[in-house]
């Protein structure tokens, strides 16, 4: 009798244990990813067809967005793990948001080339991204 008991009891802890297992980490997850930062990549004409990015300073998932109400985009990261992605296009007066999804510390360059003037963003050489 004391054995089933027993048996009955640890059977119900055991099913606590493996339910808290299996439901903590969803919450947590949808946590992080449900509320990124978003950090909005900004440029600038500074002359005839010349166009300067700022730096962008992001961190692990977030959300980094890109936008120009003036002309097409073409964006080429040159480390496709920081996004997922290594080629995107952007419809001018459209919006693209992407996620940072490996974020080792470090200094990441890509590229915008802007089909409205035919010429690349750049930045103090081409844009970067750093990941503090």
Do not use: C
């Amino acid at each position: 009798m004391k054995s089933k008991r027993f048996l009955g009891f640890a059977s119900i802890v055991l099913m606590v244990l493996i339910g808290g297992f299996l439901v903590a980490p969803h919450e947590l997850l949808t946590e992080v990813i449900g509320n990124p930062v978003t950090k909005k990549a900004k440029f600038t004409k500074v002359g005839n067809k010349k166009w300067k990015a700022d730096p962008i300073h992001a961190s692990q998932n977030d959300a980094v967005a890109w936008s120009d109400s003036t002309s097409d985009l073409y964006i080429q990261f040159m480390d496709a793990t920081l996004f997922g992605v290594d080629t995107q296009t952007l419809k001018k007066g459209n919006t693209l948001t992407l996620t940072v999804r490996i974020a080792k510390n470090g200094t990441y360059p890509y590229a915008i080339f802007r089909t409205a003037d035919s010429t690349f963003v750049t930045g103090d050489s081409p844009p970067i991204i750093i990941i503090p």
